[in-house]
């Protein structure tokens, strides 16, 4: 079995590190998570591995730093016990409601790479014939659209979040190599699709 590879940001923010595309999912899902509950009742998340992955919406921090900041040296802390209270509060999930979910997943993801095919299309027909009213007209519609397309799916740029960074930092001198950069950004955002549907 071979293992499919990608990059994710390093713990300390300085580059990035090689992982396994489960990882690289699972770090996403954390991030996800995370976000999620900050907003809901400002819960306060640690990465406290001082090594391996960055994770969006964690405080990366030493465990020592961690132990001065958040731990009472004057109350006993029972992380089993913590541990085993909230998982007796999780709700159970029924192997339905998982095939529910996981397709659901599915044809999210179907969608938005169908999407980012019509974006490539679009693009190599404004690079081959010009920027056409009509051409730029139903691209702009398009882009305009993205963003709904990606929120339920952010494990799609999750994966390719290092790649895309870097193109968004190169200089644009002109048109066409924003219309490369951007055909260059649905490109991978349309491998991260099949990626992802593989894992399911």
């Known amino acids: 079995m071979t293992l499919r590879m990608t990059e994710v940001p390093a ?4 580059g990035t590190i090689r992982t396994t595309l489960d990882h690289a999912l699972f770090r996403t ?9 900050e907003a809901a009742n400002q819960t306060v998340f640690v990465n406290a591995t001082e090594g391996g992955v960055f994770i969006d919406h964690f405080h990366q921090l030493p465990l020592a730093e961690v132990e001065r900041r958040f731990l009472d040296k004057a109350e006993s802390f029972n992380a089993t016990a913590m541990l085993d209270e909230h998982y007796q509060q999780a709700p159970r999930v029924t192997a339905e409601k998982l095939d529910a979910i996981l397709q659901d997943r599915r044809n999210r993801i179907t969608n938005f790479r169908a999407f980012c095919a ?4 679009q693009v190599d027909r404004i690079l081959e014939e010009g920027e056409l009213p009509q051409l730029l007209k139903a691209y702009q ?12 799916v952010p494990l799609v740029v999750g994966i390719c979040e290092s790649a895309i960074n870097e ?3 190169r200089q644009i001198e002109t048109a066409d ?17 099949d990626l992802i549907f593989d894992a399911l």
């Open 11 to 14: 713990w300390d923010g300085k």
């Open 29 to 37: 899902w954390f991030a996800d998570r995370a976000r999620e509950i």
């Open 118 to 121: 019509q974006l490539i299309t």
């Open 141 to 152: 519609r398009s882009t305009a659209m993205i963003g709904a397309y990606i929120e339920p």
């Open 167 to 169: 193109i968004n930092k």
């Open 177 to 193: 190599q924003q219309y490369r950069n951007a055909r260059e950004m649905y490109q991978l955002l349309h491998k991260s699709c």
